[in-house]
């Protein structure tokens, strides 16, 4: 019988360690990724019953549907994926950095839309395919600091009902 698989975006760390470690304590494979936290990544691995690691950084929204391709074409079964990875930089609503701001919609927002995409074009599942975009409770508590971050996470969380709507298309 093949396990479930479910790939956690900046899996190793905080609230993606604990999804990864849930998944895992389920029963499910998980696929760990990681952008800086290697070692956080192997720690945790070693824990865990079926599970694999998988480097890639985010802001390349090229390198990151490459991996969901490379990742379909391998895991059986893979039923989920979890975009939690994000960052996390201050600036705030009267002094909006631009790389900052370049950086979280690149990371929190584009990339998650495009790996959704991918995932929901090429994976195989048994009992279908849920992605699960982490968002924050800045979107129903917002305030004028990490500015760009908290945008980056609205246009993120806009993205759920579209993915929705295109994965339920006729014919699928």
Same mark, same amino acid.
């Given at each position: 019988?093949? /396990?479930?698989?479910?790939? *956690?975006?900046?899996?190793?760390?905080?609230?993606?360690?604990? *999804?990864s470690r $849930?998944?895992? #304590?389920?029963?499910?494979?998980?696929? *760990?990724?990681?952008?800086?936290?290697h070692? #956080?990544?192997?720690?945790?691995? !070693? =824990?865990?019953? %079926?599970?694999?690691?998988?480097?890639? &950084?985010? !802001?390349d929204? =090229? $390198? @990151?549907?490459?991996?969901?391709t490379?990742?379909?074409?391998?895991?059986e &079964?893979?039923?989920?994926?979890?975009s %939690?990875a994000s960052?996390?930089e201050? &600036? =705030?609503?009267?002094?909006? =950095?631009?790389? *900052?701001?370049?950086?979280?919609?690149?990371?929190?927002?584009a990339?998650?839309?495009r790996? @959704?995409?991918?995932?929901? @074009?090429?994976? /195989? @599942?048994?009992?279908?395919?849920?992605?699960?975009?982490?968002?924050?409770q800045?979107?129903?508590?917002p305030?004028?600091?990490?500015? !760009?971050?908290t945008? %980056?996470?609205h246009?993120?969380? !806009?993205t759920?009902?579209?993915?929705a709507?295109?994965?339920?298309?006729?014919g699928?």
């Amino acid at each position: 019988m093949t /396990r479930p698989s479910v790939l *956690i975006t900046g899996g190793a760390r905080r609230i993606g360690a604990a *999804i990864s470690r $849930a998944f895992g #304590e389920a029963g499910w494979h998980v696929v *760990i990724h990681f952008g800086r936290s290697h070692a #956080e990544a192997e720690a945790l691995a !070693s =824990d865990l019953p %079926s599970v694999e690691t998988i480097h890639c &950084d985010l !802001s390349d929204g =090229d $390198a @990151a549907t490459s991996m969901v391709t490379a990742l379909a074409g391998r895991l059986e &079964d893979w039923q989920c994926l979890v975009s %939690s990875a994000s960052v996390f930089e201050r &600036d =705030d609503v009267t002094a909006l =950095d631009p790389t *900052i701001f370049r950086r979280a919609m690149q990371v929190n927002a584009a990339t998650p839309a495009r790996m @959704a995409q991918a995932y929901l @074009a090429r994976a /195989r @599942a048994a009992a279908g395919r849920r992605v699960i975009q982490v968002t924050d409770q800045k979107l129903a508590n917002p305030n004028p600091d990490f500015f !760009s971050y908290t945008m %980056s996470k609205h246009a993120l969380a !806009s993205t759920v009902p579209m993915l929705a709507m295109g994965a339920a298309a006729p014919g699928d």
